[in-house]
């Protein structure tokens, strides 16, 4: 069975900084494009950055030069790192991936979602 399991939720004043993360478990062979999403209350899940393979990155407008989104594929692992946070930075946090099982030659894809992580920031 894959997996991801999300950490690093909490409350913060306006101005700190959060760094959340999302590991993969299971028998992973590779985990393709890795992405970050969010929701607040009453509001559709929004994307809010992601990571390829290689590493590129992209961010929504609003979180441009305050989020970086990194990865270690090594360790099966994507980090939020969260600064400058504003009030409306506020909700669930969750990871989305592209799981990869087996080898090269027979090999089965997944996508899976984290179980979330609240961030909520006060004014």
């Known amino acids: 069975q894959v997996q991801l399991v999300e950490s690093g939720g909490g409350l913060v004043q306006a101005g700190g900084s959060l760094r959340l993360s999302c590991a993969a478990s299971?028998?992973?062979?590779?985990?393709?494009?890795m992405g970050w999403y969010r929701q607040a209350p009453g509001k559709q899940r929004e994307w809010v950055a992601g990571?390829?393979?290689?590493?590129?990155?992209n961010y929504k407008d609003s979180v441009k030069g305050r989020f970086t989104v990194s990865r270690d594929n090594a360790k099966n692992t994507v980090w939020l790192q969260m600064n400058s946070l504003k009030p409306e930075d506020t909700a669930v946090y969750y990871c989305?991936?592209?799981?990869?099982?087996?080898?090269?030659?027979?090999?089965?894809?997944?996508?899976?979602w984290g179980q979330g992580t609240q961030v909520t920031v006060s004014s």
């Open positions: 989305n991936a592209d799981l990869v099982t087996g080898s090269s030659s027979d090999y089965k894809e997944y996508n899976r």
């Open positions: 299971g028998s992973i062979f590779r985990i393709n494009a």
């Open positions: 990571i390829t393979t290689g590493s590129s990155t």
